[in-house]
């Protein structure tokens, strides 16, 4: 069974850091492109940054660019996301997703809050 | 940017009903477009993938058309657990794009 666990959310002053996980499980982690896709309270998803099975090609939404950095290790099934330079508008249930290029599988979610 | 524009926003629907929402990209996209259905409080499902695949386990009702720049998901017979809000999703472009959102509300 495909499985996706993110962790590493929270509260976080603007201006300050975060370094969100996502635990793949129950397929080749090193065979697919991973993303991370965010959703603001209320509002719609957000496509964040995706990375290429071995992080050859690294895109990112130019909300985030210069701010945040995806990386993975593939040796460890895990998919990573540093956010730096973190503002109010940031704040978000943060998903990482398995690239087919449809999502064909989401995890549950981790909420990052950016306030002082 | 590929812009990606659903309509409507929001729709109130009854059981049974024939639901079609639609996307709009704003450039030829060809068939790399994909629907997910979100409920509240949980993680989007995909639903279909290219414009018209059903992703394993979609119920039948659930079906997808269009390419270049029009597409359209369609619901038939609608089910009260269909409840949800509906995104589109391409991946024409590495800098991929989300429609706004189509949110189903059931009498």
Redesign the interface.
Known sequence: EVQLVESGGGLVKPGGSLRLSCAASGFTFSSYSM?W?RQAPGK????VS?ISSSSS?I?Y??SVKGRFTISRDNAKNSLYLQMNSLRAEDTAVY?CAR??????Y????TLVTVSS | ?IVLTQSPDFQSVTPKEKVTITCRASQSIGS?L?W?Q?KPDQ????LI??ASQS?SGVPSRFSGSGSGTDFTLTINSLEAEDAA?Y?C?Q?SS????????TKLEIK
């Open positions: 993303n896709v719609g998803l957000e496509w995706s090609y895109y939404a130019d998903y690239e087919r290029p449809d999502f064909d989401w995890g549950q979610g | 940017e790399s994909h997910y979100q993680s989007p499902k995909l993938k290219y992703f809000t995104y999703h991946s590495p800098m991929y794009t989300f429609g706004q959102g």
